[in-house]
């Protein structure tokens, strides 16, 4: 069996749950037989580099490293889950400080090491501002750079199809934008049940209401029946969207991306948004939906606003007019 690419994918933080799940999902897809596992937890990484070589991947050739130069150099691809896990009680915006300071050094990484990579995934929370965080840092173009949102999307499809008794698949269009945490935003004007719009299949407000609910606590709702983080589908998507960047079938559940848009007047942010991912890179356009929708969207907009004002102040990044001298595409 042929692999999609022999170019180098990354994985950073590949001594955790999420990381060393991406790693063996990237092998069962075949995307590359060049991995690379880097962690500074080099007992538990070499845990999993063991693990690796005793699933006997036909023609993979992954290495491990504690060592950034090492990891990063020559890198075309990166998935990053190496932040703190969030653990019950917390929200994703509790682990902004210290989270934020580790995408500093990973977009330096990024800009030290490989800066011709093609496309990197960040999925530690909180996603918005890690991934703006490295995406400044690294002084790649924005399109190179996504945060993992598909999974508020997914668990949104996940909570319908249980509402109606159908099979997940046959609902589409279930899709949430803005941030990726308490504020992310649920659109139900484009869902469809067989091809029926919510209305027409009955779906009371108050019903809805309680989805939703369930649809943005579905990370803490993990967290409460496990006893852990997520770790099985973050790690499952995030690959998915490096294989879409690979040149693979495309992903077009919402990705976070980095938005500048006069349209809608949201400027210097990340959020989710409709995207399309493909070997070109994140291409975003405008959401469609409800009046209430919208304005949902522009207080999600807000909000994140003020969280990147607050890495402002606490230093992480510069003023919102000095980051062309930190990343010129931005």
Known sequence: MKFLTDEKLVIVGAAGMIGSNMAQIALMLRLTP???LYDVY?????????????CAFEGAYFTMTTDPAVAFKGAKYIISSGGAPRREGMTR?????????????????????????????????????TGLVALLHSGISPEKLT??????????????????????????????????????????????????TLSEMGLTSERFDAIKQRTVQGGSNIIKLRGHSSFQSPSYMSVKMIEAA???????????????????DFHHVMM?????????G???????????EMYDLRQSYKHLCRMRDEIIDLDIIPPVDEWKAFNPFL
């Open 34 to 36: 060049n991995i690379c």
């Open 147 to 196: 945060t993992l949102a598909a999974l508020d999307s997914s668990r949104l499809q996940t909570e319908l199809a249980a509402e109606f008794g159908l099979p997940q698949w046959e609902i589409t269009g279930a899709y949430t934008f803005g941030g990726h945490g308490e504020q992310m935003v649920v659109f139900g004007s484009g869902v469809r049940v067989n091809g029926k």
């Open 282 to 292: 994140v291409h975003y356009t405008v959401p469609q939906g409800y009046e209430i």
């Open 42 to 54: 080099e007992p538990g990484l070499r845990g999993v580099f063991a693990e690796m070589s005793h």
């Open 93 to 129: 915006e509790d682990l902004l400080r210290g989270n934020c300071k580790v995408a500093e050094q990973f977009g330096k990484n990024i800009k030290t090491y490989c800066p011709d990579v093609k496309h990197v995934v960040v999925i530690f929370n909180p996603a918005d501002l």
């Open 246 to 264: 690979m040149g693979g079938e495309p992903f077009t559940l919402p990705c976070g991306t980095y938005v500048d848009n006069d349209e809608l």
């Open 272 to 280: 989710a948004m409709p995207t399309v991912l493909d070997s070109t």
